[in-house]
């Protein structure tokens, strides 16, 4: 059995190539290739533009890929959605599609736009949208470079954002957010019905989502008297429970637990203020929960 995965070409390329390695299924590209092997050999992988991906697994070209909940709901297409991995090109929250227009516009909110033309990648969402507000706009497809667009080829757009830094630079505000979006890993529901199939996707689900839980967080490892173990477990800000396990010595235990990487520099000073010794932080490759 082969199974062929999708991964978005463009601005999540790095990003989804970086997860993957850390969930343990290194892929290896060729700049001037479409194609890519992995670590597994009953899987490849294909560079695929983000937008188009739910269509090339509804057909199953491939069987199952990495896109937006954006080109998702644009494409109209019926596709499982295996889990939700939020992650974007700079961080690890959500992105926005959001209505924006010139600094000094006179438009205040959506229904200002009326008879107005907006500029977008994202048409049918965003057709969709004033629609679902009885606004009448005409709606044209952006190539690109949207944010220049207002105000001369265009009174407003609705583009996509992380930090809004970009909107910020080309001097436009935003009014309203039409979209919050995150990365999927969806399956054609053919693929997804065949059993062999299904079990590579979910696994291969579970070990991203794993590598996901994993970033920003550390272990930590220590040892602490029997009669001072409640000061230590007072401090430690626990994933659910920290494992306790008795030593040789009877009168000493062993303590294992994750916590986000930034609270370790706060935290660890104060256990060995509540007598913990041998203190230990490691980084994690995955944490399964």
Same mark, same amino acid.
């Given at each position: 059995?082969?199974?062929?995965?999708?991964?978005?070409?463009?601005?999540?390329?790095?990003?989804?190539?970086?997860?993957?390695?850390?969930?343990?299924?290194?892929?290896?590209?060729?700049?001037?290739?479409?194609?890519?092997?992995?670590?597994?050999?009953?899987?490849?992988?294909?560079?695929?533009?983000?937008?188009?991906?739910?269509?090339?697994?509804?057909?199953?070209?491939?069987?199952?890929?990495?896109?937006?909940?954006?080109?998702?709901?644009?494409? !109209?297409?019926? +596709? &499982? %959605?295996?889990?939700?991995? *939020?992650?974007?090109?700079?961080? /690890?929250? $959500?992105?926005?599609? @959001?209505?924006?227009?010139?600094?000094?516009?006179?438009?205040?909110?959506?229904?200002?736009?009326? !008879?107005?033309? +907006? &500029? %977008?990648?994202?048409?049918? *969402?965003?057709?969709?949208?004033? /629609?679902? $507000?009885?606004?009448? @706009?005409?709606?044209?497809?952006?190539?690109?470079?949207?944010?220049?667009?207002?105000?001369?080829?265009?009174?407003?757009?609705?583009?996509?954002?992380?930090?809004?830094?970009?909107?910020?630079?080309?001097?436009?505000?935003?009014?309203?957010?039409?979209?919050?979006?995150?990365?999927?890993?969806?399956?054609?529901?053919?693929?997804?019905?065949?059993?062999?199939?299904?079990?590579?996707?979910?696994?291969?689900?579970?070990?991203?989502?794993?590598?996901?839980?994993?970033?920003?967080?550390?272990?930590?490892?220590?040892?602490?008297?029997?009669?001072?173990?409640?000061?230590?477990?007072?401090?430690?800000?626990?994933?659910?429970?920290?494992?306790?396990?008795?030593?040789?010595?009877?009168?000493?235990?062993?303590?294992?637990?994750?916590?986000?990487?930034?609270?370790?520099?706060?935290?660890?000073?104060?256990?060995?203020?509540?007598?913990?010794?041998?203190?230990?932080?490691?980084?994690?490759?995955?944490?399964?929960?």
């Amino acid at each position: 059995m082969k199974l062929r995965i999708g991964i978005p070409k463009g601005s999540l390329q790095e990003a989804t190539l970086a997860l993957f390695a850390r969930a343990g299924l290194p892929t290896y590209t060729n700049g001037r290739s479409y194609y890519a092997s992995t670590a597994d050999p009953e899987i490849d992988c294909m560079l695929i533009r983000a937008q188009e991906m739910a269509r090339y697994v509804e057909h199953g070209a491939i069987d199952a890929g990495l896109t937006g909940l954006d080109w998702v709901i644009e494409s !109209g297409l019926e +596709v &499982a %959605t295996v889990t939700n991995l *939020v992650y974007a090109k700079r961080s /690890r929250g $959500k992105v926005r599609w @959001v209505l924006a227009v010139p600094e000094d516009s006179p438009f205040q909110r959506a229904g200002d736009l009326c !008879g107005r033309i +907006v &500029a %977008t990648e994202l048409v049918n *969402v965003t057709r969709n949208y004033f /629609r679902n $507000k009885g606004i009448e @706009v005409k709606v044209e497809f952006s190539w690109g470079a949207t944010e220049v667009k207002p105000p001369v080829l265009a009174d407003a757009i609705v583009d996509v954002t992380e930090t809004g830094s970009s909107l910020r630079a080309n001097r436009l505000r935003i009014l309203e957010t039409v979209l919050e979006s995150n990365t999927q890993l969806i399956a054609g529901k053919c693929s997804y019905a065949d059993g062999e199939k299904r079990r590579k996707i979910d696994n291969l689900a579970l070990m991203l989502r794993g590598a996901m839980e994993a970033q920003d967080r550390v272990g930590l490892m220590l040892n602490v008297r029997r009669e001072d173990i409640a000061g230590v477990l007072a401090v430690l800000p626990a994933l659910q429970k920290p494992t306790i396990s008795h030593l040789s010595d009877e009168h000493w235990l062993a303590v294992n637990t994750v916590i986000d990487e930034s609270a370790a520099w706060d935290v660890i000073p104060r256990l060995k203020e509540a007598r913990a010794e041998g203190i230990v932080e490691y980084p994690l490759n995955k944490v399964v929960l």
